[in-house]
Every structure is written in C-alpha cells, then in structure tokens.
C-alpha cells in the first residue's frame, strides 16, 4: 500500500488527466463531445492546482493568475483566461495574511471563475463577467471551508495512526493520502461549482430558445482591453475598488511592517542593546550553535551519501500534503526523517530512524514550507556531516525551535516579499502581454523560489545547528523589509498600466460611471476595514473620474 | 498600565506571533515566561536571533514573572508569551496580574488532548486549569490571528461545559467545538 500511495502517484494522476482530458478534447472538437472533454479537461486542472494550493506552493499554480491564464490557454480563450485571473489576482493579495493562517482557495475560485465566463448561455448578456466572478469568489470560500475540512481529515489519521500504531502508515502514506485528497478536491470543486450548475444552465437555455446545448461553441466575447470585460455595473466596479484598496493597504502595511529596509537606510540600524534583533547579537557565545563554528568557517562538509538531496526534495516539495490541524506539519517532518533513515548507514541511519520514531509519537511542529529546506539541510549537517558533531539534545528539538524561529523570517522572505513582488510584477504585464505574464510568472515563480529553497538548504547544510540561530549576515535579514518596500512602486506601476490600457477612448461615459461605483465600492470597503483609509480612497476616486470626465471636454480623447 | 498582549502559545515566538500580531500591535518587547527557555541559553539565543528588527527578546520564568512583573519596564510595548496553560497559572498564583485579556492562541495536539477548537487541544487537566481561570473571573479570548474568529469566555465556558455541536466564533467563522481526537 506505501507504493501505491507514494506523492508521486498522486501528482502523477493530476497530469494524466490533464493530459488525458486535452487529448480527448482535441480529438472530439466542439460539440456535446467535446465539451464532455473540456469539462473533464477543467476539473483534471482543477486537481492539480488544488493540489499545489494545499502542497506544492513553489509551482505557483495556485496563483489565480496562472491558474486562470493556463485553464483558458487549455481551451483555446488565454486572454479571457488571463484577464479574469487578474481580476482576481487583485483581490486576493491585499487579504491574504501573513502568519500561515488559512486563506481563501483562490486557484480554484481563479479556475471556476474562468470556466463560467466561458461556459454561461450567451442569453447572459453584459452580466457574464459579474456572474463569473461572483462563482469564484463563492469557489474561495467554499475552497477554505474544504481545506479546513483536509486538515481535520489528516488529524483524524494521524491520531488513528497513534493509536493503533500501524506500521503501514508511514510519514509517506500519510503525505500521499493529504495529496490525493487535494486532487480530490479540486475534481469535487469543478464537480460543485461549475460542471453540474453550467450544465443545467445550458440544457435550460437550450430547452427555451431551441438553441443546441454545446457549452463553449459560440463566438469569443472579442476583448481587446480587460476592461471590455467589465460592464460599467456596480458589482463589478465595486469589487475592482475593493480589490485596489485592499492592494494599497497591502503595500502600506509592507511598508510599515518591514522595519528592516528603512532602517537600514536611514542608518538606524544596529541597536547596541542585547537580543534587539540585531541578529546576531547574543548568539555568539552560546556555545554548540554551529552558524559560525569552525566546523562551518572551515567549509568542511559533505560526506553525505550520493542522491541524499535528490531524495529530499520530493518529500521536502510535499511537506503540507499532510498538514492536520492537530499536528500541523509532523507527518511531513517524519516523512522526512523517513527518507534520511533509508539514504544512510550506520548510526546516521540509526539517528534518522529514531527522530522519525520520536516524530511519530510526538507533537505538533510547524515552520514555514520554504524554512523546512534549511531545516532538512541542517539535519542531513548533523547526521551525515563528516566531523559528526554530536547532538547535545534531542534531534526533533532542532525542528521544533529551528522551525519556530525561521518561520518569522521565511514567513516575511516567501509571503511577504518574494511571491506578492512577482504577482505584482506579472499583474503589471499582463495587460499588455497576456501570455508572457502567464509565463514570468511560472518561470519566476519556481525559479525563485526554488532557487531559494536550494539556498537555504546549502546553508543549512553548512551550518547544522546553527540554523536555529538564524541567517548569518546583515543581507539577508534585512533582504525581506527591502523586497517587502518595493511592493509600493511595483503597486502603483501596475495602477499605472492598467489605467493606461484601459481604453479609455472607447467608451468615457462608461469609464466615468465605473469610477462613480469605485468611489461607492470604496467607502463600503473602508467602513467594512478601516475608516482611516476613506479619504484616501474617495480622493482617488474622484480625482480619476474629474480627470475622466475633463478629458473628454476639450476633447482629449477620442 | 496593561500588557500590549498575554498570548498563550505552545510555540512561543514565531510567524503568526511575529508578523501576524506584531503588524498590528508594533511590539517593542516580546517577554517570554518559559522556565525551559530560561534555563536554557541555546534557545534563548535562537528566540533573540529571529525576533524582529525594532524588537528584543527578554525571559522570565512563570514565577519569576509573577513576583517581578510590576517592575518590568515598558509594559505597554510588551507581548508576554506563555507556552501553556500551567505556565500562565503559575505565574498568576504568583501574583502576576494581566490587566486586560488573555489571548489563547495555540496549544496543539499532544497524547490524551482533546479537540477544542482548531487551534486549541486541552488535556483533561488543561481544562481543568481554563476552567478554573474562567470561574475566577479571568478575560480570556481564544483567537489564533487579528481577523480570526474570536472565541471570548462565554463561549470558551459554554465550550468546555460539555457543548458537542459544530459552532462558529463570535466574530466570523467556524471551529470545531468539542471534537474528541
């Protein structure tokens, strides 16, 4: 049974049946056929982005902009796919919260969104873009209601697993059942909200107007801006504003929160009292914190048994597959230990099976994703290192304050700083170039953050238990606060864009009745947050639609 | 004069704490009353290493807390972390005395816990100290994060009176309340 429920199993199925369902729908065309197969092709997506929401997050599938973007690439509409992907891209960002609290399903609300824009009866009219976007938005919050459900499920095997000690279900099983329910998820998700409510739609239509019932067969709606998607309708305009402050409060609260960049620059930085974040300070003298032992300084290492790191990444990649609310990532930390168990000898194998022995019975750890890399450098460090520093306490307490005190500084490196810059970046992009956006932003997104993960595995490495004393170096303490400040100008250049391409010249009245709901959108927004924000925002607003409303006087704009 | 916060966390100083908390209340000291990280300089270090820049570590342990804490300087920067619910009953029956509510923000599984809420697994005699602290008439609230659902005494003591069914918090939504592990 371990076989069959390896990690690879399960994320091997989501690409068959992408794969399967693309092939068939490329093989059946449009019609009652083939829109069998771009369902099937949509929910085998949907798998898979559910799965990187709950597991693989360095792949950025998740993003509703990549989501969206590939989900319309797949049925031939990318544009509609991207431009949909922005909008709620937008959203998204300004609520999400740092700290690893749950968060909104917002791939799978992207994809469902996507797949009512395109699949709606055309009787919809100008409300096709609202309808759809309302779906998403109900897709999130069914999504976060299903994780929450997950991780009970994974609580509820791990203590069963306790309980009765079962000696088949390792940390691996235990990875590969949280996975394979992601998948499921994500079919259930594309099963709820949009295979079974569009198809009745359509027969419905189809049943009053004599029209076939083929899903995705009638014209594109022949966007050439993505504000021809948006209808000048409250709903939508409000959300957009919505989506704009929550984006300014996002950049406003990365600045206030960042600390560290601003200063550094105004030279505040290096507090002489004792532990005051100076890093370092206070850590020097204790002794056994390896970071700048000699063992480290002398850049003696390795040892390590050949394919050690090629093992771990799967497991470390899949690490929030079994996330429980129990014992949040301890079924992944022990299939960690698991796998150094069966990529060593002697007492290095010996010390692996032990922590995953101590892990299996122990309690809750927790760390950000991205930290467990130097977290499983560190122990590789301490259990195949050359010089075999021997371990002044017990292995699984390097998890459990290593993981504690990383998770601050990863928390604001990965979520902070590094993913919000490059969906930022990508948003700026896409409506001038849809698919090159889709694609910095995958491209991006895995290199970046597998490039750091890799980062913090090498250090790791060097530094065994030195990780639980941080990062060594001023650079890299201070690297989230400066990325974290950059997301103001990176806001306002995609404000920039988007205004820019908005086409204005099309439509001013339209424009100017969009800006009008903006200003309404805004103050529900801010009396719902804070009211601090109102002024801000009503200014914005009004300044926009007099300068809307100005231009087309003197006949600026066409 | 209050603390900014009394948060009790079985991971004492972390991400949620950190930026989750810190954003909000802009901390200028993170006090932990922890008897293991005070005898223990390793990890103490590691907690000072990672605190956030503009912010320092100190320790106490519970009881020490209790005796010294109206000396403490600088209370209202101060979030006052305790790893469990013992560690904050002794230092209240040391005279320690909290000034506003007291955050219940994570205590998770361990042999014989019960589910409470998502973020809050009580032993038998975990409960048993919650509901004493709520029957003296302490401000307790659990809430895992600042826009999380709050879960203040009442529900707490309807909670750990025995109620079963699914519940939601206070402000926004939904917990398991009473699941047993």
Redesign the interface.
């Known amino acids: 049974m371990p076989r069959l429920l390896s990690p690879w199993a399960a994320t091997g199925l989501g690409v068959i049946g992408v794969g399967a369902a693309a092939a068939a729908r490329a093989a059946m065309g449009a019609g009652a056929g083939g829109d069998l197969a771009l369902m099937l092709l949509f929910a085998a997506w949907g798998a898979l982005v559910s799965l990187d929401e709950r597991a693989l997050g360095p792949f950025v599938l998740h993003e509703p902009l990549v989501a969206a973007g590939v989900g319309g690439a797949l049925v031939g509409r990318l544009t509609e796919g991207v431009f949909l992907g922005l909008s709620l891209q937008w959203i998204w960002p300004g609520l999400r919260?740092?700290?690893?609290?749950r968060q909104p399903s917002a791939g799978l609300a992207a994809l469902i969104g996507v797949a009512w824009y395109l699949l709606l009866p055309d009787a919809i009219g100008p409300w096709r873009f609202p309808v759809a976007l309302g779906a998403a938005v109900a897709g999130a919050a069914w999504g976060r209601?299903a994780e929450?459900l997950l991780?009970?499920r994974n609580?509820?095997r791990e203590?069963r697993v306790?309980r009765d000690g079962r000696p088949l279900w390792s940390g691996e099983s235990l990875i590969a059942a949280g996975a394979a329910e992601a998948l499921a998820r994500g079919v259930l998700a594309s099963a709820l909200f949009f295979a079974f409510p569009l198809v009745l739609m359509r027969l419905g239509a189809s049943a009053s107007t004599g029209a076939p019932a083929a899903l995705a067969s009638g014209p594109p709606p022949g966007a050439e801006s993505w504000s021809d998607l948006m209808p000048p309708e409250a709903a939508v305009a409000a959300v957009w504003f919505f989506a704009v402050g929550g984006l300014l409060r996002q950049a406003l609260?990365a600045w206030?929160?960042s600390?560290?960049g601003t200063?550094v620059l105004a030279g505040r930085?290096g507090?002489t009292?004792?532990?005051?974040?100076?890093?370092?300070?206070?850590?020097e003298?204790?002794?056994?914190?390896g970071a700048r032992t000699p063992a480290a300084d002398e850049g003696e290492r390795e040892a390590f048994p050949p394919g050690v790191r090629r093992r771990l990444w799967i497991p470390l990649l899949l690490l929030q597959g079994g996330f429980s609310?129990?014992?949040?990532q301890r079924s992944g930390f022990r299939n960690l230990a698991e796998s150094l168990g069966r990529s060593g000898s002697g007492p290095a194998r010996e010390r692996a099976v032990a922590l995953a022995g101590d892990l299996a019975?122990g309690?809750?750890l927790?760390?950000?994703p991205g930290a467990a890399a130097a977290l499983a450098g560190a122990l590789v460090r301490v259990l195949h290192g050359r010089r075999q520093e021997a371990p002044e306490?017990p292995l699984a307490r390097l998890l459990e304050?290593?993981?504690?005190?990383?998770?601050?500084?990863?928390?604001?490196a990965f979520w902070?700083a590094g993913r919000p810059l490059l969906a930022l970046a990508a948003m700026a992009l896409a409506p001038v170039a849809p698919a090159a956006s889709v694609v910095s932003f995958v491209v991006g997104g895995v290199g970046l953050e597998l490039g750091v993960r890799s980062a913090l595995w090498a250090w790791g490495a060097r530094a065994g238990w030195g990780v639980?004393?941080?990062l060594p170096g001023r650079f890299w303490?201070?690297l989230p606060?400066w990325g974290s400040r950059l997301q103001a100008p990176v806001i306002l250049l995609a404000l920039v864009v988007l205004v820019a391409t908005a086409g204005f010249d099309r439509d001013r009245l339209a424009w100017a009745m969009r800006l009008g709901w903006f200003m309404l959108g805004g103050l529900a927004g801010s009396l719902a947050t804070r009211r601090v924000m109102l002024w801000g925002w009503m200014c914005w607003g009004v300044s926009l639609t007099a300068a809307t409303l100005a231009a087309g006087v003197p006949g600026w704009a066409k | 004069m209050s603390f900014l916060l009394i948060r009790v966390d079985d991971r004492l100083l972390h991400g949620q704490v950190a930026l989750g908390w810190g954003a909000l209340l802009h901390p200028r000291i993170y006090l932990l009353a922890d008897d293991r990280v005070a005898a223990d300089a390793w990890e103490l270090g590691a907690y000072r290493a990672m605190a956030p820049e503009g912010t320092r570590v100190e320790c106490r342990g519970p009881a020490a807390l209790g005796r010294e804490w109206g000396g403490l300087p600088d209370r209202e920067g101060t979030v006052v972390l305790f790893r469990g619910l013992s560690e904050l009953a002794l230092a209240l029956e040391a005279g320690f005395e909290p000034g506003g509510a007291i955050n219940l923000g994570g205590i998770h599984a361990s042999p014989g816990s019960q589910e409470i809420l998502p973020f809050l697994h009580l032993t038998r005699e975990q409960s048993g100290i919650l509901k004493t602290l709520l029957a003296r008439g302490h401000d307790l609230f659990a809430q895992e994060l600042p826009g999380g659902a709050r879960y203040g005494s009442v529900r707490l003591g309807e909670i750990l009176g025995g109620l079963r069914s699914q519940s939601g918090g206070e402000e926004a939504g939904g917990g398991g309340a009473g699941r047993k592990r």
């Open positions: 919260p740092l700290g690893g609290a209601a929450e991780r009970g609580a509820l203590a306790d609260g206030r929160s600390g560290g200063a930085a507090s009292e004792p532990g005051a974040g100076e890093g370092t300070a206070g850590v003298a204790i002794p056994g914190v609310r129990a014992f949040q019975g309690g809750a927790n760390t950000h306490r304050v290593g993981g504690a005190a990383l998770a601050q500084w990863a928390d604001r902070g639980v004393s941080g303490r201070v606060g």
